[in-house]
């Protein structure tokens, strides 16, 4: 099972969050970006960019945060984490 934990921080103090979950056979790649979907879905965000420090911090952590800067539309809070809790 693939699940990841999502969370809007507005000054340290989560907001929101939520623990989608993916038990298709899919790619890591596509489980990511499926849930990353949902999450934006259920949080009424639109889906953010990746920006460079985005890929490079998942690829190191498996946890990135989308600032004002990976969003097209005014945003809140802080920031929306996601970061991978548990994988195949």
């Known amino acids: ?3 990841m934990w999502a969370k ?3 000054s340290n103090h989560i ?7 993916d038990g298709s056979a899919d790619t890591r ?3 990511v ?14 889906t953010p960019i990746w920006l460079d420090i985005n890929i ?3 690829k190191r952590y498996n946890k990135t945060r989308f600032t004002r800067d990976s969003f097209i ?7 929306l984490e ?5 994988e195949d």
């Open 82 to 86: 996601i970061q991978i809790i548990e």
């Open 15 to 21: 907001l929101k969050d939520i623990c989608p979950e």
């Open 33 to 46: 970006f499926h849930t990353l979907n949902e999450v934006c879905h259920k949080f009424d965000l639109a």
């Open 1 to 3: 099972m693939f699940r």
């Open 8 to 10: 809007i921080i507005k």
């Open 73 to 79: 539309e005014a945003i809140d809070f802080d920031y």
């Open 29 to 31: 790649t596509h489980k």
């Open 56 to 58: 490079s911090d998942f």
